[in-house]
């Protein structure tokens, strides 16, 4: 399949083998609800809805899995963007202990469904390993260490590691970090695969190569406008992640006779495009880490495969802009040789390390680092549920309930949680 411009191919997407598994769109069609986006968020819309007996159809401009939910790390973690400590003082503590709660239940949905996956013999890649946060300043370690105590203070053992039990190739580079028993780690791309399968199953009707050109809300219904077809829904649920902005904030589409919406200044927009860039190696016979790492309040991260594949991501901190307002999905020879620098010379892996993929995929950012779950600000039958702001997987699949049931005006005990961007 040809890449768009400004495209990359993940490792995830490769071994996946992601291709256009399902139908554009061609003609009319009704629905009960139109979901737009194939990543993690969608697929899990379309089951939640499909299980629930309605009409739903997904319209998903690439492929399934093509933007960040099949780019990312594949890790499985518990937690918001911010250490449990400092979303204590952003959101108070009985709101952060609240949001914990909510990304432990969310991983273990993900575990059931992934069960279900992995019974029809769908492999998603899920291994139970926990994940190690590390500290590369005496600061970030304080911050740590206090976020360990307030989480196992909380029902949630959190266990203090030092820097002579880090990895071998880590100490002298890392001063110790935190060990997070509860979490794991995926394959991305294969999961949400996965998902869609089970909501086409579950009758969900599925568009690939489909994209939603205009979205127009009338009092009885939506109408979504696509290149070769139109669909007539009660409700939409918008699960663009990244490109959250584009439908609410466009025109209706090319040959109507109404004018377009002016264009919207970044303070107009719900999220910021983020971009995260990650590298594959071939199979290192040496087994560097056992479990997910991430230190530098994020910045890094990285993993080992269990056939011995290295995969490195981050370091966006080192981009002249945060790779943030760049909408391409390629990564760049900045960050990249950030990347290299990780693989070559912290840890010292030998020049024959071959890189056997480099990529990039553009997240979601939110000014109060929060998702977006709800009812879209002055719409009435247009939801929303985006800006991870790089925790999609630690948020996603729960969120896709949340959104779905107040899609359906029923009531979800968490949807207090979120703000859907007023």
């Known amino acids: 399949m040809q890449r768009p411009e400004g495209d990359s191919l993940s490792f995830w997407q490769d071994e996946a083998q ?48 093509h933007g960040a939910s099949g780019r990312n790390g594949g890790f499985l973690l518990c937690g918001t963007v911010d250490t449990y400590d400092r979303a204590i003082a952003l959101y108070g503590h009985e709101r952060a202990r609240h949001l914990y709660a909510f990304s432990v239940a969310n991983n273990v949905m993900v575990r059931a469904l992934i069960d279900e996956l992995e019974a029809r013999r769908w492999p998603t890649g899920y291994r139970h390993t926990g994940s190690l946060r590390l500290a590369d300043t005496p600061e970030e370690l304080v911050e740590i260490r206090a976020a360990a105590r307030l989480l196992t203070e909380d029902g949630w053992p959190t266990e203090v590691i030092d820097e002579t039990r880090l990895p071998r ?48 809300e009338h009092s009885d219904g939506v109408i979504i406008k696509t290149p070769a077809g139109t669909v007539h829904a009660e409700k939409a649920i918008l699960a663009t992640n990244a490109w959250l902005d584009e439908l609410l904030l466009a025109g209706p589409a090319e040959g109507d006779e109404e004018k377009s919406a002016p264009k919207a200044d970044a303070k107009s ?108 600000l002055g719409k009435q039958r247009i939801f929303l549920s985006g800006g991870y702001t790089g925790h999609g997987n630690a948020m996603a699949v729960r969120c896709a309930r949340v959104v779905a049931d107040l899609a359906c005006g029923q009531f979800n005990s968490d949807a207090d949680l979120f703000d859907p961007g007023g």
Not at 183 to 210: F, R, W
Request: glycine share 10%; net charge negative; proline share 7%.
């Open 18 to 65: 992601l291709a256009p598994r399902y139908s554009a769109l061609e003609g009319q069609m009704h629905a009960d609800v139109a979901v737009i986006g194939g990543g993690i968020t969608g697929a899990a819309c379309a089951l939640w809805l499909a299980r629930d007996d309605l009409r739903v159809v997904l319209l998903e401009r690439q492929t399934v899995a």
């Open 169 to 216: 190739r880590l100490r002298g580079h890392y001063m110790g970090g935190t060990f997070h028993p509860s979490d794991g780690e995926i394959q991305p791309a294969k999961l949400v695969s996965g998902l869609v399968k089970l909501a086409q199953e579950a009758g969900a009707i599925i568009h690939e190569q489909t994209p939603a050109l205009s979205l127009e």
């Open 269 to 376: 927009c719900l999220v910021m495009p983020t971009r995260g860039q990650m590298l594959a190696t071939t199979a290192i016979d040496e087994r560097l880490f056992d479990c997910p790492i991430y230190a530098h309040y994020g910045y890094q991260y990285w993993r080992q495969l269990p056939d011995g594949r290295l995969l490195v991501g981050g370091w966006r901190d080192q981009a002249p802009d945060k790779d943030q307002r760049d909408p391409t999905q390629a990564p760049t020879d900045p960050v990249q040789q950030q990347l290299d620098g990780f693989v070559y010379k912290t840890l010292g892996l030998p020049a024959s390390t071959e890189i056997t993929h480099r990529w990039a995929g553009l997240m979601a950012f939110t000014p109060n680092s929060l998702p977006l779950v709800g009812r879209a």
